[in-house]
């Protein structure tokens, strides 16, 4: 059977023309009806709509092809932009895009750590207002905020089976507060998947790969995105990746499993390692411990070197049991503990998939760290709600927030 | 976010048109066009040309709503017939199935042993010629042959990295073989996806669920569903979940990883446990000796019920890392182990998924065993040549080979 593509045909002809337009960077109204699978008259009355709308520009004129020359397009990519954000334990990143996805301010402002929800709430809308106003750009241009966090999310008002790092925001109103505290609509999301779709969004990544971006901060998770389309499954709370059981007889992992491979070989577990080894760690919280474990791995102690190796393995191991659920092309080390130790893991996982991937006669499964790692969640966060712009599910601003009712861990 | 509906957007307008009145029974050229994405003029042209090629048939006339009554359209059922033969060591099970999915016959043969290929080829076509004849259905009408078996499957001449089931078959031009000794387009597949489609083209299942069906014959594996899609990967390799990791250290499986399912729990692990145990098998096959256990744990023996439980300790794990990857509203066990054993497995699994599904506040995960265990994959292997008489992208019935390359294991 020829390869399925997995619906990316939903996006509705406004959405599917300033996509197209946005890849292309500029393009005549004849290459856009020959790029899309829309009539000429509907390019042009949808064209038309996306002047008016101040989302697309005119700039000059190019070659003929015979007749007169044919007017360009382009995006104007400072008709809207978007802001995302991911909350974490050990920090904030955020970043302000354009609409044509180029990051044009970022932030990073300590973690939420031991401070109770309504007082981080309060501090990211001042952050945003702030560097907002230190761009020149207007609120009202802004679509909306996504924010994104380790999951998993339920409903957009509250989090419950809340990660070890979040219990405090089980329950808590996450979008609504932020919504009231800054006034634009607001979009939750899984950290994992915003990385995925950053990555993709990006345009590192090849449009049709069938990837994961594993994604490693305070805990583990991953970003699926099957011939260019995220996975979601039933809930939105697919690529548990940390929870992927390893060892039937295992360590009880937070999540009530045994044997994930969070608990096995996760930050933590790097962590209650290095330190059970005799490693000294002053790190206030567990990314930061890893960060000088990283980091004594870098200066060659052999402790550093081998709990991080035995980590690997586990990662490894998960990212073979995606790859063989998945028949995935590409796997993507991404988040803050790979930006951190991500050399030490990509030969550990890349030579397990070239020796156990089960199709590894068909092709091999390549693995990369992303060039975005740090910040990958972030940028994810704020393609999730240009996405949201470009579909046609959700049409207006405002209804952002009110069609975004869940999200994953 | 809401659900992403994972493309059956493919469909033509033929294909789309012919699949809703086989849901439908009967149905009216204007309900035709409300359950359609299409135009009343489209609707009418496609339907005109569905009865042309006597697919769809005229059935009298439905109650008037207003106007004159409406021509009420129906499937004609014998217009086209599908093969399904499902390959496996311990058995070759075929079924012929009209254009409506029912099945109109079946027959079991001795699996393919020791059997050379070319010999094992010979006498699935016989048995297919001769069934034919049976129940009188002439050969022109019949689309073609699907020919699922455990895989991996690599292009459609041949087999590698094959089971220890099926050495033989390794680079052996199965799908051209067939066809020659046939005369009848073949198509190739792995046979737990083929197993995943014919539960959902059975209609067992609702059309927009997320679902796996583990599949236990000789081996273990699973064809996924999402959003009524199967998942295909980017070779047609997805699915392979006994070669899920679940012991880092674990004995080597014969894919050459460590730890597998099938290596830990699955059909040959199950025997070879029993035996060690004292338990005396008298069968010709690993499936056969299956089934003698499955019986014995029937009775009570103390052994087979032991073996078997530990088995199913594998087989949760496994659906808890495919639930938690893919976020799965359902997890069918089907093939001929779970027919033998799925009701000692079925609480095993359930008691699993109910207690560590990652996302189980969100919703659970029900574990059903399939009605059609025993010929799943031989009656997914027909919807899969059905559906390819749906498709646009295989228009003509010689083409079902031609655009099929591919299939998993």
Known sequence: ??????????????????????????????????????????????????????????????????????????????????????????????????????????????????????????????????????????????????????????????????????????????????????????????????????????????????????YMGSGLGAGIVLDGTVLRGSSSNAGEAGHICLDVDGPRCWCGARGCVEVLGGPQRVVDAARAAGLELTGADVLQDFAEIARAAGRGDAVAVEVLRDSARYVAACAQTLANVLDLDLVVLTGPAFALAGSLYLPVVQQHLDAMFFARESHSVEVLISSNAPEAAAIGACSLVLQSELSPRRPGLRAVADVTPVAAG
């Not at 020959?34 to 002047?51: D, G, H, K, N, Y």
């Not at 409903?155 to 219990?167: A, D, G, K």
């Open 1 to 214: 059977m020829p390869r399925q593509r997995l619906g990316t045909d939903h996006l509705s002809s406004q959405a599917a023309i300033l996509d197209i337009i946005r890849a292309a960077g500029t393009i005549s109204r004849v290459e856009l009806t020959q790029q899309s699978s829309f009539s000429a008259p509907t390019v042009s009355t949808v064209v038309r709509r996306l002047i008016d709308e101040g989302l697309v520009v005119e700039v000059g004129h190019g070659e003929s092809t015979g007749g007169k020359r044919p007017t360009l397009l382009q995006l104007n990519p400072a008709a809207r932009f978007a802001i995302g954000v991911h909350l974490d334990h050990g920090g904030i990143t955020s970043v302000l895009s354009d609409l044509a996805g180029t990051i044009v301010a970022r932030w990073k402002r300590p973690g939420i750590g031991s401070q109770e929800p309504p007082e981080v709430v309060e501090r990211i809308a001042a952050d945003i207002r702030d560097n907002l106003a230190r761009v020149a750009v207007d609120p009202e241009r802004v679509i909306g905020v996504g924010v994104v966090a380790p999951g998993p999310i339920f409903q957009h008002t509250r989090m419950t089976l809340t990660s070890p790092f979040m219990e405090r925001w089980t329950d808590f109103p996450l979008a609504s507060a932020l919504e009231d505290a800054i006034g634009l609509p607001v979009l939750l999301d899984n950290d994992a998947t915003a990385a995925a779709l950053g990555e993709y969004w990006a345009g590192a990544i090849d449009v049709r790969s069938t990837f994961a971006a594993l």
